[in-house]
């Protein structure tokens, strides 16, 4: 079975600083595909980062980068120079063989001014 | 917009209701995923189509939960009979294939079962 654990539900983060988010998975496939989604109040999810597990660069996407340490099945979110629109859920996703995606239950994320 | 939709925004109803959600994926996109996030909870996989291929229907909770796909693009998820604890907000997804392809989301359906 496939599942992705979330340790910590709540975080804050001054504005401008750095702040991680850790994830870990379980699972006994090679190949596969790691993502990070935010949920804002508005309900909408976004895609912030997409990770191919046979690729051993870390993603980047502008102040977002992550941590993949496939032997140790982590994949953490850095968030740099964090700012008040960073406000929302996090949530880290493992897509599986079978096309399912396997999320977890979130860190919510607070940028205080 | 060129995003997925779903329709109702909210939707309150009575146990033992059925209740309809609908859902427009990106035009295009082969791929249909439908979700279940419940309070403080992470998305729950419900059911999956992709192109003609038969849906995974692995997640439904129950038999009292159905969805259709017509014309490989529109979706509707069916809850017949509701129960209380059917209140969540259900998410639906598509994406351009298969295997790591980013889904995109649309705003979600948020359900009450009174």
């Known amino acids: 079975a496939q599942t992705v654990t979330q340790s910590q539900p709540e975080m804050s983060v001054q504005e401008a600083e750095t702040v991680t988010l850790s994830c870990t998975y379980d699972t006994s496939e090679n190949n596969y595909y790691l993502f990070w989604y935010k949920q804002p109040p508005s309900r909408q999810m976004i895609l912030v980062i997409r990770?191919?597990?046979?690729?051993?660069q870390n993603a980047t996407e502008n102040r977002f980068s992550v941590n993949f340490q496939k032997a140790a099945k982590s994949f953490s979110l850095k968030i740099s120079d964090s700012q008040l629109g960073d406000t929302a859920m996090y949530f880290c996703a493992f897509i599986s063989t079978g096309n399912q995606f396997y999320f977890g239950t979130g860190t919510s994320l607070t940028v205080i001014p | 917009g060129a995003g997925v939709s779903q329709s109702p925004s909210n939707k309150v109803t009575e146990k033992g209701k059925d209740v309809e959600l609908r859902c427009d994926p990106i035009?295009?996109?082969?791929?249909l995923y439908w979700y279940r996030q419940s309070l403080g909870q992470g998305l729950e996989f419900l059911i999956y189509f992709q192109g003609n291929s038969a849906p995974d229907k692995s997640g439904l909770p129950s038999d009292r939960f159905s969805a259709e796909r017509t014309g490989g693009s529109v979706s509707t998820l069916t809850i017949q009979r509701t129960q209380q604890e059917d209140s969540a907000v259900y998410l639906c997804?598509?994406?351009?294939?298969?295997?790591?392809?980013?889904?995109?989301f649309g705003p979600g359906t948020r359900l009450l079962v009174l």
């Open positions: 997804a598509s994406s351009a294939g298969t295997r790591g392809e980013t889904q995109y």
């Open positions: 990770q191919e597990a046979y690729k051993q």
């Open positions: 035009s295009g996109h082969t791929a």
